[in-house]
């Protein structure tokens, strides 16, 4: 996410102090972020900045408050020949939205899934000193920063833009690591600034259902459970923990299973604290599949997984 997108969303959201010690303003009526002047200046910036191949303008948004928000998120990918459209809305969170996009010809895929971060999440952004610790510690291709310097550290809105960015920064170079060691993930196919672009998991129907939404039969409940954790396994080997794995971020098509949404991912080195965590993972999934008679104790599962972890045999 560039600096300006984000001290836009500070001030929108009502972080950042006022400039020089000036007068703090009273409190006006809840100001919408597209309304906001800074977001307007920012949009009317971005309009500047020509685009080299105009032309983006999806039908889907006309008239959607958000439609500049979202345009200058996605646009990139248009200018970039990845997607042509956006077609529909697959999921809106607190966070985040989810579209289905048409693919450019060039990509040779029908549709791709693009995640769009809203300036909203800077106020949901995760300040616990576990999370802090694991991911200060890493540049964005998520390898160890080797001088110790910390990125991203310090409550300034400043700093909090970096902790920000650096976040969806680490997200993408988790999904990247773990897709390119095999994971059942959906193929990463870009990062810019606030949206992700990937492999849209779905049919001419729409996007795959959620695990918790579907009703599996006995038969391939078991494979699939051997096939999460096998996945579960793999994040370890790649020094990652999904830290949010449940049935609500996997996709399901008959027989396969699709993680997504590595927001919370951590990386264990150095975090002997992230153990809770992933133990809450294993569980949830144990939990899940007992339903359909796969029986797995999770407490034991999770210890077995984790002490190969550390003895280095994964
Ligand atoms: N690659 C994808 N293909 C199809 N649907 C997706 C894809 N990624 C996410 N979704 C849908 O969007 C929803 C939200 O995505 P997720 O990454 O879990 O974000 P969050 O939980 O933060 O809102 C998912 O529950 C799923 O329904
Ligand atoms: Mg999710």
């Known amino acids: 996410m560039n600096s300006d997108s984000e001290r836009i969303a500070d001030r929108v959201e009502g972080r950042a102090g006022p400039p020089n010690g000036a007068p703090q303003k009273p409190p006006a009526e809840k100001q919408s972020y597209e309304r906001s002047p800074d977001v307007q200046r920012w949009l009317q910036l971005q309009a500047l900045d ?56 060039a990509t040779g895929v029908d549709r791709l899934a693009a995640k769009v971060y809203r300036p909203r999440m800077f106020r949901s952004l995760r300040n616990d000193a576990v999370y802090r610790e694991s991911r200060a510690q890493y540049d964005q291709e998520g390898r160890p920063v080797r001088d110790g310097r910390r990125r991203g550290g310090g409550k300034t809105t400043r700093g909090r833009a970096t902790q920000v960015s650096s976040w969806i920064d680490y997200e993408f170079a988790t999904h990247r ?29 729409g996007p795959a259902p959620l695990l918790h939404q579907v009703r599996l039969s006995r038969e391939e409940a078991q494979p699939l459970f051997d096939r999460l954790l ?52 294993v569980e949830r999934v144990c939990r899940y599949f007992a339903r359909y008679g796969v029986v797995a104790d999770p407490g034991a599962t999770a210890l077995d997984l984790w002490v190969r972890y550390m003895g280095g045999a994964l």
Request: with cysteine.
């Open 50 to 105: 020509a685009s080299s191949k105009p032309g983006f303008e999806p039908s889907l948004l006309a008239g959607r408050r958000d439609r500049d928000w979202i345009l200058s998120s996605l646009r990139h990918f248009y200018e970039q020949d990845l997607i042509t459209d956006v077609l529909h809305e697959v999921s809106s969170g607190k966070e985040a939205t989810v579209y289905c996009c048409a693919a450019d010809p």
């Open 177 to 205: 690591l773990l897709h390119e060691a095999g994971a059942d993930v959906p193929r990463p196919v870009a990062q810019i600034g606030n949206a992700v672009l990937m492999e849209y998991i779905g049919d001419d129907e």
């Open 230 to 281: 096998r996945n579960i396994e793999l994040w370890l080997a790649c020094d990652r923990i999904h830290g949010d794995l449940s049935a609500y971020n996997v996709l399901y098509r008959p027989g396969a299973v699709t993680i997504i949404d590595f927001a919370q991912a951590l990386d264990p080195r150095h975090n002997p604290e992230v153990y809770p965590l992933f133990e809450r993972d």
